[in-house]
């Protein structure tokens, strides 16, 4: 009921945020304009590191993440590593918008939503794995990573179908970027009107 609930909340969140997104302008296009392209740059940058992240992680959990406790590559820094460059995704997608409200929005959101859905998966491992589980909290941490932990193999056996499924999602970032910049295009067309304008 409460995952229910989650994905509810998670998914009214994303549509009052993309409305926002369509009917709304950055206000430093007008005031600075040099700030939008900062903000831009930094966004495209968190975005490309959310998705090599995030693909590395696939790489490591495809077909493996309910089987087996998952504890080299990016899993060797930090417990979560999906989550980490997921909020570093999100984020950039917020600065590619060239606002400040936006990221400041989905790092609010992500903090009231996140760290009860990490609590929850983690209890679920500790069930699965014990003993693993558990020696594994004690070493690596939960959210941001250690990258004096960082262990990876020599080889490292990946199920290419599995994998492919992954990509997509490892790539929604990039796709989001692309939506802003046929957003903004739209608004320069008057297709789309900008009804208020936001820092």
């Known amino acids: 009921m409460i995952e229910k609930l989650r994905i509810i909340v998670s998914r009214i969140f994303v549509v009052l945020l993309f409305v926002l997104l369509c009917f709304s ?11 939008t392209a900062i903000l831009f740059f930094i966004g495209v940058i968190l ?30 820094m930090c417990r979560n590593p999906l ?38 998966e983690e209890a679920g491992m500790m069930k699965l794995h014990k003993n693993e589980f558990a020696m594994y909290m004690q070493k690596v941490p939960r959210f941001f990573p250690k990258l004096s932990l960082l262990n990876e193999p020599e080889e490292y056996i990946v199920r290419p179908k599995v994998l492919k499924r992954h990509i997509f999602d490892a790539l929604w970032f990039i796709w989001i970027v692309g939506i802003l910049e046929v957003i903004e295009a739209l608004h320069e067309l008057h297709i789309i009107p900008i009804l208020f304008k936001i820092y």
């Open 25 to 35: 302008s950055s206000q430093w296009e007008e005031e600075a304009y040099f700030v």
């Open 47 to 76: 975005v490309a590191i959310a998705s090599l992240g995030r693909l590395w992680c696939s790489v490591y959990i495809a077909g493996y993440k309910t089987d087996h406790l998952i504890t080299q590559g990016p899993y060797s």
């Open 83 to 120: 989550y980490f460059f997921s909020i570093l995704g999100a984020l950039g997608i917020g600065f590619a918008s060239e606002t400040l409200l936006i990221p400041l929005l989905i790092f609010i959101a992500f903090v009231i939503y996140y760290p009860s859905v990490i609590r929850s």
